[in-house]
């Protein structure tokens, strides 16, 4: 079993910066990559940015360039976010990939961008 648990959301000004963490827990070794999904009111679920467990990362068009997702050895994963936008507003949610074919997600973290 794995559980991961966000924390670093919040109210920010548009052009600001904040930082998501994401803590993992229980069988690590199983995690194949993790990363971040975010979902707007009324929108569907979306990727934002993964990681693999050989640090390969991958980002949505969208937030390329402004936000760095990174890995701190199997328990932790974060995305820093730069020149924050009011449509990056949503709820950020931590994934991880568990034997490749199992989703694990956290309970979510709102990001709110104020114009």
């Known amino acids: 079993q794995v559980q991961l648990v966000e924390s670093g959301g919040g109210l920010v000004q548009a052009g600001g910066s904040l930082r998501l963490s994401c803590a993992a827990s229980g069988r690590l070794f199983n995690i194949n990559r993790m990363g971040w999904y975010r979902q707007a009111p009324g929108k569907e679920r979306e990727l934002v940015a993964v990681v693999t467990s050989d640090s390969k990362a991958n980002y949505a068009d969208s937030v390329r360039g402004r936000f760095t997702i990174s890995r701190a050895n199997a328990d932790y994963v974060y995305l820093q976010m730069n020149s924050l936008k009011p449509e990056d507003t949503a709820v950020y949610y931590c994934?991880?990939?568990?034997?490749?074919?199992?989703?694990?997600w956290g309970q979510g973290t709102l990001v709110t961008v104020s114009s």
């Open positions: 994934n991880a990939l568990v034997y490749g074919r199992i989703e694990v």
